[in-house]
Each structure stands twice: as C-alpha cells, then as structure tokens.
C-alpha cells in the first residue's frame, strides 16, 4: 500500500496481467509527466519485485539507508519505507509467499526485514530482463518477457506445509481477525510448532500475520475517508488507540496523516489493482 504526495502527472498504467500457473500478477506504469515518484510504502501481506526499465534507478529509503537500485525485491516483514524516482518506467509483480519460494527462490523468511537487490538474487539473469523491457515499445511484450522469465527461472515447487497453508489463508479470509490459540487448534498444531513453522515458510509469525493483513484491510477504510473509530470497530480493533498502534507499527504514520498523504493518481491505481490481490486464497494465483 503506498501513499505520499504527487502533483498531476500524467501516468500510463497497463495491467494487471495474471502470470497463469505462476501464482503472480503483474502491472506496470510510466511517468509521462516528469513530476517524478515519490511513494511511502507500506507493509502489504505480499512478496513483491519492481523492475525500473527506464534507464534510471530507484532511491529506496529503508531500515539499511538510501540506496539507488535498478530492481528490487521486498518480502513480508518489512518497514515503511520510501521510494522514489525521476520519470519512473516500472514493471511491479506481486505474489503470495506460498509463491515466493519456488518463484524467487529464496523463502520469504530469508528476505529479512529491508529490501533486497534483484541482482543479489538472480544475477545477470536480473540485468538482462531490465535490459529486455528496455527494449520492448508495447506493455504487452514487456509482460510476456516477464511471465517468460518467471517460467524459465521456476524452481521445484517448494511449497509450504498444508497446516501453514491453512492457517495463512484463514487469516485472509478473517482479515487477520483471527487469535493465534484458535489458528493452532484448527490445524491441529501447538502454539509453538504454528508459530516456527509460519515464521520459516511465511516470513513472519501468526501474530504479526495476522496484524499485518488486519492493517491492510483498515487501511482500506482510512483511504476510503471513513472515520478511524468506525474503521478500528468494524476491524476488530479493541480502540481507536489499538488501530492508531498499529497503522503507525506498519506505515509510520497516523490514521489521519495516512489517508491525507495517500496519492490521487498512480497510487489509487494502484491501491485498487493491488486490493483485489488479497481477496484471492493464497494457494491460487490472481485472476
């Protein structure tokens, strides 16, 4: 989810596009109006891959410092952080963490809590990509060159254990309203064997699951300019305090800097692309 301020630039956005078996949807966008992009980026219960095609890097301001990456990776656990760019030329491919792993291949635990370097993980095989969209003068071959290069990289199905399957997409389902004694009975785990097992094969514990995909869906409402208290009853949250806890943990911001600072252009497209990613079961690629 992203938010921060933009004058009116023009954007030309395609997608998304559903990369079939793959498990990951695919969108891109261009600044056509030299405004530049300047985005707050907050947590969202995906792994996600950006690609800059355009010749010029990507700032990323996170937990690690500022550093200008031509393409990169952010998995679960992450802060909020910042990203910008001059006339930004991005390809953006979001998938489950039940995906991650046979797609990126390394387990969305590993990706740790700041962004990680696209050539830290596929090399050359990274560059050329960039270089291939580069190239491409339609949307349609940049995101066939991208679905191909996902295909051609697969690793073997590596794929999580069925309880964590289970327990991950019941706190979808519920929109992290779920306590984790419940989660573990319902799979038939302990406490404590739910809890290892999610943190390896999902990148974080059942707890922070759960709050990070409730988040998610509050944030929704607070976009949407609805009231925070109504937003924190409707979420489950036991206060307007409890939200204001947790927006802050996830986005750095309050409730009422979050949806004053949330972009009109692109990141409402944005938003609204990527919102419908969450409705889908983690175990199925987006449609």
């Not at 938010?3 to 009116?8: D, T, V």
């Not at 991208?146 to 991950?168: I, M, N, Q, Y």
């Not at 390896?200 to 990070?212: D, E, W, Y």
Request: net charge positive; glycine share 12%; aromatic share 8%.
């Amino acid at each position: 989810m992203e938010f921060g301020r933009e004058s009116e630039a023009e954007w030309d956005f395609a997608g998304p596009v559903d990369a079939g078996p793959l498990g990951a949807t695919i969108i891109g966008y261009r600044d056509t109006g030299g405004a530049g992009l300047d985005l707050r980026v907050a947590g969202t219960a995906a792994v996600t891959v950006v690609i800059e095609f355009g010749g010029r890097d990507v700032i990323v301001d996170d937990t690690n410092g500022q550093r200008h990456l031509g393409a990169f990776v952010v998995g679960l656990p992450v802060d909020a952080l910042r990203v910008r760019a001059e006339r930004a030329a991005c390809v953006e491919i979001r998938m489950s963490p039940i995906q991650a792993y046979s797609l990126l291949g390394i387990a969305p635990g590993d990706l740790g809590r700041s962004v990680v370097a696209l050539d830290d993980l596929w090399g050359e095989r990274a560059q050329r990509l960039r270089a291939q969209l580069a190239s491409a003068q339609t949307w349609e071959e940049r995101f066939a060159l991208t679905k191909s290069f996902l295909a051609h990289g697969e690793r073997l199905r590596r794929t999580p254990d069925p309880e964590v399957l289970a327990g991950w997409n019941r706190i979808l389902g519920s929109h992290g309203q779920v306590k984790v004694g419940a989660l573990a009975e319902s799979v038939g785990w302990s406490h404590k064997r739910l809890w290892a097992r999610f943190e390896s094969q999902i990148g974080l514990t059942p707890k922070r699951a759960a709050m990070l995909v409730r988040f998610r869906h509050a944030a929704g409402g607070l976009l949407a300019g609805r009231p925070a208290a109504e937003v924190a009853v409707e979420c489950g949250y036991t206060d307007q305090a409890h939200l204001s806890r947790d927006v802050s943990i996830f986005a750095g911001q309050t409730p009422g800097a979050l949806a004053a600072h949330y972009m009109p252009a692109i990141a409402r497209q944005r938003h609204q692309v990527w919102g419908r990613f969450f409705q889908y079961p983690a175990g199925a690629p987006a449609r």
